[in-house]
């Protein structure tokens, strides 16, 4: 949560399949993004699949417990997730290719991906 997978200078991150034989994807396979920031990495070929991220600011809270038993306490505030470049390579959440657009599932500001590959298929999302 809340990670930064921004530029470093002038060069974009790379979130692209690998350079070897075999291409494989780079993935974040349900990966908690919600805060996540992805502004101007290159996406192109990542798998998303099964992803959560935000739509708006939020609250994470969550009680976890230390090597001792006792209770550890982990609270903090997380920004909208912000996709970098995203093309018809990404997988989406749903499994689909791309390009990804983040669009919310509920009033709480979460949601999942769609992935809006024309007009007529965002037009017919948003009509569901």
């Keep these: 949560m809340s990670a930064s997978f921004q530029d470093n200078g002038t060069t974009a991150t790379q ?19 919600r805060g996540a920031n992805f502004t101007g990495a290159n996406m192109d070929g990542l798998d998303l699949r099964e992803t959560q991220y935000s739509t708006a600011t939020g609250l994470f809270q969550q009680v976890y417990l230390d090597y ?12 909208a997730t912000q996709l970098g470049v995203t093309t ?8 689909h290719d791309g390009p990804a657009t983040c669009a919310p599932r509920s ?5 999942t991906c769609r992935c809006c590959c024309s007009l007529e298929q965002l037009q017919w999302q948003r009509s569901r």
């Design 15 to 33: 979130l692209t399949p690998s350079s070897d034989t075999t291409h494989t994807p780079a993935s974040v396979y349900k990966a908690d993004l």
């Design 68 to 79: 001792g038993g006792k209770k550890a306490p982990v609270s903090f505030d997380y920004p």
């Design 88 to 95: 018809g390579s990404i997988t989406c959440p749903d499994g």
């Design 107 to 111: 009033s709480l500001g979460h949601g």
